[in-house]
């Protein structure tokens, strides 16, 4: 048909299956199909010899017929720069979703292939945490956008939605009767959002779009709080563990709250620390896998004593009420629980409170940040490794120190707990 400007006229007289051709820019047309929508076309041949079909849209807001051809001009500029907007308006349409790359990077990480910035691969109880962020707050709110659409305005979005309880709920978990209760909070908000914008540096690496989106997001706090113990919550905590051993608590899981509160370690390191890790005694342990990586760690002769009343054939110390001896205790909280229950003690007083009161006593005491962090395993283990081999003695007379103030305040007899352990050494 002869070509002529298109107009809207034209538009409202096409008929299904005609095609009419703008006269003032070559290639670009309005068609009609078998509907009543009319899309605007761009017919064009790339810099290859490809001949290629583009719609711009169809006729309707934004689109008309001086709109379209703008735009069709727009394009074939790119065309005449090498670009081929055909081809890219289908990349984008096979693009993968956050979804889809939230798959991608729990693969890598699960297979080994993702390194921490201590370069190693992220323990499984990270990814644990990472996979339950990722299909309760992420996926559902973030999930069906592509990659490269994500701005940083729905990454604050989606930490104020997440804050504001969006994706709370109670969803099953692996675990036979398994509940997770997720109820959002400005700290669930602050940590998704660190863990997408890890997600998203790996979307970077692997050109999946030029920038991270989640950089230039202001986070909530994180909302740590550096809670101790006072001196009446120790006695009811010392009065809690006795009653817990004469009502039938989990000896081991009775043992391992004691020794947490002498050492003040992480919860997670004593109760996978194996007989194999220790050395009596020298009065140290070798981690060999810990937050900070591999770690020594000195033992006060109450802490020894501790361990040695849990002797026994498994290759945990610690070990769960159930299997062969080297199934980690996966009750513990629970245990926990019931101990804090018959001491009374407040419900936010956890297993990490011990390690905050521990590491506090030792200040209170008047050893300087550096010994404090040889003894529980704080960040900066490097030094603090050297530091254990250059000096084990004055490190464990500093935990001596502390585990007695902790046992005096806990309502136990220093010279009978000191006596005994004398006697035990003798005894080896």
């Not at 070509?3 to 299904?16: A, F, V």
């Not at 719609?55 to 309707?60: F, K, N, P, S």
Request: some cysteine; glycine content about 10%.
């Amino acid at each position: 048909m002869a070509e002529q400007k298109i107009g809207l006229r034209d538009i409202r007289t096409l008929e299904p299956g005609q095609t009419k051709w703008d006269a003032a820019v070559a290639g670009f047309g309005a068609r009609r199909q078998r509907g009543r929508a009319v899309s605007y076309v761009l017919f064009y041949r790339t810099q290859e010899g490809r001949q290629r079909w583009h719609t711009i849209g169809r006729h309707g807001a934004p689109w008309t017929p001086d709109t379209a051809r703008e735009e069709a001009k727009r394009l074939l500029g790119m065309v005449v720069d090498g670009t081929d907007p055909s081809a890219e308006k289908q990349a984008k349409r096979k693009a993968a979703t956050v979804w889809e790359l939230c798959d991608l990077y729990l693969a890598d990480a699960e297979a080994g292939r993702l390194l921490t910035r201590r370069k190693l691969a992220k323990k499984a109880s990270t990814l644990i945490i990472d996979r339950g962020r990722i299909a309760r707050h992420i996926k559902p709110l973030l999930g069906q956008l592509k990659v490269a659409a994500v701005t940083r305005e729905d990454v604050d979005t989606f930490m104020h939605d997440v804050a504001a309880g969006k994706t709370a709920g109670n969803t099953k978990t692996a675990k036979k009767r398994g509940l997770a209760r997720v109820r959002g909070g400005k700290t669930a908000a602050s940590r998704a959002v660190g863990l997408l914008g890890g997600i998203f540096t790996y979307a970077v690496r692997h050109r999946m779009r030029p920038d991270n989106p989640v950089h230039g997001v202001i986070r909530f706090a994180d909302g740590r709080r550096e809670r101790r113990l006072s001196d009446e919550e120790y006695k009811k905590l010392g009065k809690a563990l006795r009653e817990a051993e004469a009502t039938g608590v989990w000896p081991a899981a009775v043992a391992a709250a004691r020794f947490l509160a002498l050492t003040g370690w992480r919860s997670g390191e004593a109760l996978a620390l194996q007989w194999s890790d220790i050395d009596l005694a020298r009065r140290t342990a070798m981690l060999p896998d810990t937050k900070t990586g591999r770690s020594m760690r000195p033992l006060s002769r109450v802490a020894c004593d501790v361990l040695r009343s849990v002797t026994g054939a498994n290759d945990l110390v610690f070990p769960a009420t159930r299997g062969s001896g080297d199934v980690i205790m996966s009750g513990f909280k629970k245990m926990w629980k019931k101990v804090a229950k018959l001491g009374k003690l407040p419900a936010d007083v956890t297993p990490n409170v011990l390690r905050h009161s521990f590491a506090s006593l030792g200040s209170d005491l008047g050893y300087s940040e550096l010994t404090i962090a040889a003894l529980v395993g704080h960040k900066g283990h490097s030094i603090t490794s050297r530091y254990v081999h250059t000096a084990d003695d004055v490190l464990l007379a500093a935990g001596d120190t502390v585990a007695n103030r902790t046992l005096e305040l806990m309502g136990y007899n220093i010279r009978k707990v000191a006596g005994n352990s004398r006697r035990r050494k003798e005894a080896a």
